[in-house]
């Protein structure tokens, strides 16, 4: 069990992954994470709170959904 796995669900929410990227040409990275009773406010927190960078992309994941190939710890 990774500290993903543990922290996927918490009393006010789910745990979503932001993730996002500041030109066409970068690679989607992750910027942070929010937790929210849905996926639409998931979405409305990521964009308030991530607003440091002129973002092209951002994306938000429930972190139950994403899969760890590796984990060295």
Known sequence: MTIRDR???KPS???YDVFARTR???RVHQVGDVIAPTSGLARAYAYQMYQESPWVEMVVAPRA???TVV???
């Open 65 to 67: 959904a994403i899969v």
């Open 71 to 73: 984990d060295k710890t």
């Open 24 to 26: 066409d040409e970068d």
């Open 7 to 9: 922290n996927e669900v």
């Open 13 to 15: 929410g789910t745990v």
